[in-house]
């Protein structure tokens, strides 16, 4: 505030009184002038209203009495004795040549129309008796009844077509007329009435209205009138009428008044009104006033303006020093919250000006570093403290060039933060950022406890992950332990079920097969979900029927069913594609799922697969499968956690049901595998919905012949010559009986070493290894048996309990040709035996992945270094020799050094020199020449790892074809 003396706040009083004193003096004189113009045209408002009521007035005098000369007219023509079609055409004829009138009846003693210009109408008894009593109380004089809705008397009231159209029922009795004398009556149209009120000017919140005595309004400018506005109480003119035969009143609208005049019509009893908008009145008289008042306002303003400069004059002086003193506190104020700020401050700060010189720091800048301490001082330059720092920190992460230099260009040039590490062992992290007036803002802060916490997280995430290894290897391993018993139990009872057995023998076994095949699910369950909880199961995408998915599905399922009574059937959709692209058989396995569930559940009733397209574009359909049934349902409490592992619900026939509860959960994550959807729909009592929500490729045709379960198999097949490689004795009974049962000659072996000596002393047309056995397992032996010239066609098989793909594509890569998951399936066995009989294509060594640019090679090996061999030491002995060599190579390549450091020169120049040797002996004059590259820069020191890997590619894609053509027609073949 402004200090002010005793005389200077007096002159200010009176100069503001007397400015005061001249504004009010205006003010009062404008105001009167104001309300008696306001008054002025209000009155003006009310007289314009009157006049324009008697000009209405009589225009419904007018028009009123041409209807009632045309309805006199129509009773002096009428003949009760003419033909009722006659009267009707000579009535619309009038009609027709009037547009006020919309319809002209004959009335009957009773109301009823007896002719009409429009025949809809005949034989109707009209519903305003009063209207005609009082239309026959005065003969000869028209009489107007109630407002109607329609356009004719024959439209029924609130039907669709008529809702929103009126007619005015005007009544004419014959003076001449006694009781059997017919009525006269018109359907008048407001809407003659409302096209005339629209050409008047009234304003747009004006109102024109033609009423009856009892307030009903007929006619108006309104829109869509309401008849029921003004009838009883609510009338306006209940006060005046009949009494009065004119009169003026105000009316209430929203938000606005309407200033009303209104008269009676000479010799009908109707009302016309004329109202104008008070608000619309006073609006003129304020567009008028407004001049004036914006005169006074400026003037008024420029005294008060004037008075208020000269005040503000003396103050000027006083309030420029109170504002000054007021900055300088504002200033101390902000510096000292500045400073409390970065002293609090969790971080270390430092702050250099424009010239690179220290400027502001805080304690927790000196606890960053502490060997600081003892030199921080204002307008220390940046580059002395870093000469005092180089003794004390390094980078965290070492880099090229010394600290220092890092240091200053990182400060010249700052950015994202960067980490130190202090003499101390401490991590610092500092954070550098220029100001807007070019110095430099430096952050600094210990990060020595996130490091820690950072490499105490990647141990635990790695420990994670070994637990998670470790669990699928137990996984696979118990899969492995199952799987083989299990084997042995469906197979042995298979070959049980093929006996001849009395019927409670039969029972068993087939209970015992049931049993099985429901534990051999649990187990797949199980491992896949293993799988999914590991991230490791992929989906096997191809070609697919779908509709024959379907069908197959519902199928099998109904086995599922039983002997209760319920129907399975298949509903699908015309417009559902044959073909599309998807994982075939995760599909079946979640429909199975759904379809399994619902015949568990479900007593009695229906169980209904349904598909349906929900969308189409021009490379893909998205798919809805729905499996319907009349089950009990599931509580909508329940429905969210059904999908959760080991999940079964509740209720009775939850208990009773079987199950480890993750078919949903792993139909949930094949689903989720797929990028579809899946639910539940369920109404307690009602049954349950499940559906599966797919997007699917189209494929323009079969690619694939799906296989075909439980189908006989083919007695025109070859008999074959069959290794089996088997360590468990049930197991060998199983597939021995499986194979000789379909004729084919089988020799059994407990490991792989007795495989690999049982494929060198005789031979066989295919061969089955189990993965895991005691001395040697299948994939050992598959290797050892597939670098045999005489096995390099041979196919070979791998038996495994473990489904796992890691185990798949081990076998694969060893040289295997295929692979069956016990327990083994006598229609999966058909399949294999039917694939490699020579029915179908003859796997040849290019199927394998080590050979899959053999042919190539092929054009690489002289064929006359062998054909010479051949002749020169017989069939047989090169047959041995091809082996042996074979043997050799693989031996010499199992020890040869990868070339990445100068002590492996030596032991490469010598088995490179080997291996040139033994290549160039047998032709193999490709890869002897990589040989011979590896041999002459090892001995000279160079870098040979590239050579290296690509001589192993080299070897391996010779031995293969040399394997190959040992046993083919043609040059180079040994047999």
């Known amino acids: ?105 004959v009335l009957g003693a009773d109301l009823e129309v007896v002719a009409s210009s429009d025949a809809r109408s005949v034989g109707r008894v009209l519903d305003f008796p009063a209207a005609v009593a009082a239309a026959r109380s005065r003969p000869g004089l028209l009489s107007v009844g109630p407002l109607r809705r329609g356009r004719r008397f024959g439209d ?127 609006a003129a008289w304020q567009s008028r006033t407004l001049p004036v008042a914006l005169s006074l306002g400026v003037l008024s303003f420029l005294i008060m303006a004037g008075t208020a400069f000269w005040i503000r004059q003396l103050r000027e002086r006083e309030t420029q020093r109170q504002r000054l003193a007021a900055s300088e506190q504002a200033a101390r104020q902000v510096h000292a919250r500045l400073v409390d700020a970065i002293d609090n401050m969790s971080e270390g700060f430092a702050l250099f000006d424009s010239d690179d010189k220290l400027a502001v720091w805080n304690e927790q800048y000196i606890a960053c570093f502490p060997y600081l301490v003892a030199h921080l001082r204002r307008g220390l330059q940046f580059g002395e403290l870093v000469e005092i720092a180089a003794t004390h920190a390094r980078l965290a992460e070492p880099e090229a060039g010394d600290w220092k230099s890092w240091r200053l260009a990182k400060h010249a040039n700052p950015g994202s933060p960067f980490e130190q590490m202090l003499e101390d062992g401490r991590i610092m992290m500092t954070m ?53 018993p299990m084997n042995a139990v469906i197979g042995l009872t298979g070959l049980l079920l093929d006996t001849q057995l009395d019927g409670q023998q039969l029972r068993y076994a087939r209970n015992i097969n049931e049993s099985a095949n429901r534990l051999l699910l649990l187990i797949n369950d199980v491992l896949d979900f293993s799988q999914l909880d590991a991230g490791k199961l992929a989906l096997e995408v191809g070609p697919m029927d779908l509709r024959d998915l379907l069908l197959e599905v519902t199928n099998t399922s109904r086995i599922l069913v039983g002997t ?42 229906s169980i209904v697969c349904r598909a349906r397209v929900v969308a189409r574009s021009a490379r893909s359909v998205t798919v809805r499968l729905e499996v319907v049934d009349t089950g009990p349902g599931i509580p909508k409490a329940h429905v969210s956690r059904l999908f959760e592992p080991f999940e079964r619900g509740t209720g009775e026939d939850t208990v009773q049901a079987s199950g480890a509860g993750l078919g949903l959960a792993i139909s949930r994550r094949f689903v989720e595998l797929m990028g579809g959807k899946i639910g539940l729909e369920s109404v307690e009592g009602r049954g349950t919905c499940a559906f599966v929500e797919l997007e699917l490729s189209s494929v323009a045709g079969p690619q694939l012949e799906p296989p075909r379960p439980g189908r006989t198999p083919r007695s025109d097949l070859p008999k074959l010559r069959i290794l089996v490689a088997e360590d468990t004795p049930t197991s060998q009974m199983v597939i021995r009986a499986l194979l000789e049962k379909r004729g084919h ?46 096995f ?184």
């Open 745 to 790: 000659r089988v020799q059994v072996v407990a490991n792989g070493a007795e495989a690999v000596e049982a494929a060198r002393a005789g031979a066989f047309d295919l061969i089955f290894l189990d993965m895991q056995m005691p001395v040697m397992g299948g994939i050992e032996a598959a290797v050892r048996i597939r670098i045999m010239p005489a």
């Open 1 to 105: 505030m402004v200090a002010q003396t005793p005389s200077f706040k007096r002159q200010m009083v009176w100069a503001a009184l007397a400015a005061a004193v001249v504004v009010l003096a205006f003010v009062a004189l404008f105001a009167k002038q104001a309300l008696d113009t306001r008054s002025q045209a209000l009155a003006e408002s009310f007289d314009s209203a009157e006049t324009l009521s008697r000009f209405v007035e009589d225009h419904a005098y007018r028009t009123v009495q041409s209807a009632e000369s045309t309805l006199a007219r129509a009773a002096d023509r009428y003949d009760p004795r003419a033909d009722k079609a006659d009267i009707g055409r000579e009535l619309r004829l009038m009609v027709s040549t009037s547009a006020l009138i919309r319809e002209i009846a």
């Open 156 to 282: 029924a009231v609130g039907s669709s077509d008529s809702t929103s159209h009126f007619y005015l029922a005007a009544v004419f009795v014959p003076s001449s007329g006694d009781a059997d004398t017919p009525t006269f009556v018109a359907a008048l149209n407001p809407e003659y009435f409302t096209a005339f009120y629209d050409s008047i000017l009234v304003g747009k919140e004006g109102s024109i209205r033609l009423l009856s005595y009892d307030g009903n309004l007929l006619a108006s400018t309104l829109a869509t009138p309401s008849p029921a506005r003004y009838q009883g109480d609510r009338s306006p003119f209940k006060d005046f009428l009949p009494q009065r035969e004119s009169g003026r009143f105000t009316e209430p609208v929203a938000g606005d008044e309407l200033m009303t005049a209104f008269r009676v019509t000479r010799q009908y009893p109707l009302v016309v009104s004329v109202g104008l908008s008070r608000k619309s009145t006073l």
């Open 564 to 605: 209760k009574p319920i129907t399975v059937k298949t509903d699908i959709g015309p417009d559902i594609p044959q073909w599309v692209q998807g994982d075939s058989g995760r599909l079946y396995q979640i429909l199975l799922n759904l379809l399994g569930n619902a015949a568990k559940f479900t007593r009695a009733g």
């Open 432 to 484: 550098e950022r220029r100001t807007a007036e070019g110095g430099t803002v430096l952050i600094a802060r210990d990060v020595t406890a996130e490091r820690s916490a950072m490499v105490a997280l990647q141990q635990a995430r790695q420990q994670a992950d070994e637990a998670s290894l470790a669990k699928s290897e137990f996984v696979a391993m118990v899969s492995h332990e199952i799987r083989t």
């Open 792 to 975: 390099m066609h041979v196919p070979i098989v791998a038996l495994t309990a473990q489904a796992q793909p890691k185990i798949q594509e081990q076998a694969l890569a060893a040289g295997v040709n295929d692979y069956l998951i016990k327990p083994i399936r006598p229609a999966e066995l058909d399949d294999v035996l039917e694939k490699y009989a020579g029915m179908h294509k003859q796997p040849t060594v290019e199927d394998l992945p080590a050979a899959r640019d053999a042919g190539k090679v092929a054009q690489e090996i002289d064929w006359t270094i062998l054909d010479d061999m051949r002749q020169a030491v017989g069939d047989a002995t090169a047959q041995e020799l091809m082996e042996r060599f074979v043997n050799d190579v693989r031996q010499i390549l199992a020890g040869l050094p990868g070339g990445e450091n100068s002590d492996d020169h030596a032991k490469l120049t010598q088995a490179a020199h080997k291996l040139a040797g033994l290549l160039s002996q047998f032709g193999a004059i490709s890869a002897a020449s990589l040989a011979r590259d590896i041999e002459e820069k090892a001995s000279a020191g160079a870098a040979v790892q590239g050579l290296v890997t690509e001589l192993r590619t080299a070897i391996d894609s010779s031995l293969l074809v040399l394997g190959r053509t040992a046993t083919a027609d043609g040059p180079g073949h040994f047999n």
